[in-house]
T-cell receptor, first 112, second 112 residues
Framework: DADVTQTPRNRITKTGKRIMLECSQT?????MYWYRQDPGLGLRLIYY???????NKGEISDGYSVSRQAQAKFSLSLESAIPNQTALYFC???????????FGPGTRLTVL | AQSVTQLGSHVSVSEGALVLLRCNYS??????LFWYVQYPNQGLQLLLK??????LVKGINGFEAEFKKSETSFHLTKPSAHMSDAAEYFC??????????FGTGTRLKVLA
């Protein structure tokens, strides 16, 4: 079984709709991250969390919100989706003493 | 401020030829450096990482990278390309805090 899972894998929605992307991990890591990937731009950090009570904005948090329901679960919400939020979204984890990040398979979101 | 630059958004090599993907970083402190690979419809997988131990780092699938502080580089190489190496490759850096900086990616094409 995958260590970091994301649901849904693909989603098409309309402008103005609220949508939630979910991430779960079985690695036991405290740190969780949400990124978006756009062609030619690499990965940009949306939000990150060091534990359930510690949530922080990344470089592009406008239009997004998150919830850390448990150590293993970190959800990303788009309160009112807009077309320029069409992108590939990745969840990642890392441990306190682990340098590298571990990525989920991604969610491809299309906002019409 | 930390930044990561990948030269060449697209690289093509013939099967069996040397693979060289370039990565330069700027940092006021020696960073931790990573190379990740992304296959179509998948998340990022760690190829290798530099954490201030040996400057020549060996990774999975025959890849290696050399940390050169004087050149602020961490180029990825593989002596002989295989068709299965076709993917997108990302260089990333962190100074050990929460923030990981990703390059914009290099798409590797392997020609038969």
């Amino acid at each position: 079984d995958a260590d970091v899972t994301q649901t849904p894998r693909n989603r098409i929605t309309k402008t103005g709709k609220r949508i939630m992307l979910e991430c779960s991990q079985t690695k036991g890591h405290d740190r969780m991250y949400w990124y978006r990937q756009d062609p030619g731009l690499g990965l940009r950090l949306i939000y990150y969390s060091f534990d359930v009570k510690d949530i922080n904005k990344g470089e592009i948090s406008d239009g997004y919100s998150v919830s850390r329901q448990a150590q293993a679960k970190f959800s990303l919400s788009l309160e009112s989706a807009i077309p320029n939020q069409t992108a590939l979204y990745f969840c990642a984890t890392s441990g306190y003493r682990v340098n590298e990040q571990f990525f989920g398979p991604g969610t491809r979101l299309t906002v019409l | 401020a930390q930044s990561v630059t990948q030269l060449g958004s697209h690289v093509s090599v013939s099967e069996g030829a040397l693979v060289l993907l370039r990565c330069n970083y700027s940092s006021s402190v020696p960073p931790y450096l990573f190379w990740y690979v992304q296959y179509p419809n998948q998340g990022l997988q760690l190829l290798l990482k530099y954490t201030s131990a040996a400057t020549l780092v060996k990774g999975i699938n025959g890849f290696e990278a050399e940390f050169k502080k004087s050149e602020t580089s961490f180029h990825l190489t593989k002596p002989s390309a295989h068709m299965s190496d076709a993917a997108e490759y990302f260089c990333a850096a962190t100074s050990g805090t929460y923030k990981y900086i990703f390059g914009t990616g290099t798409r590797l094409k392997v020609l038969a």
